[in-house]
């Protein structure tokens, strides 16, 4: 998905107590390159936290 890190790993470093979009990118490296995928990291976050859509 984002720096060959699988949306499993996202998933689990959610699951595991990250519930901010800066503390997944501390723990997994996802969106610290280009930032391409920070619209996909947030979505799944805000999925996984049941974030309702603005």
């Known amino acids: 998905m984002c720096n060959q890190i699988s949306e499993e790993e996202i998933l689990t470093s959610i699951r595991s107590g ?9 723990d997994t490296g996802a969106s610290t390159g280009c930032g391409t995928c920070s619209n996909s990291v947030r979505k799944i976050l805000a999925r996984e936290l049941n974030v309702p859509r603005a």
């Open 18 to 26: 990250n519930d901010t979009f800066q503390k997944l990118m501390d």
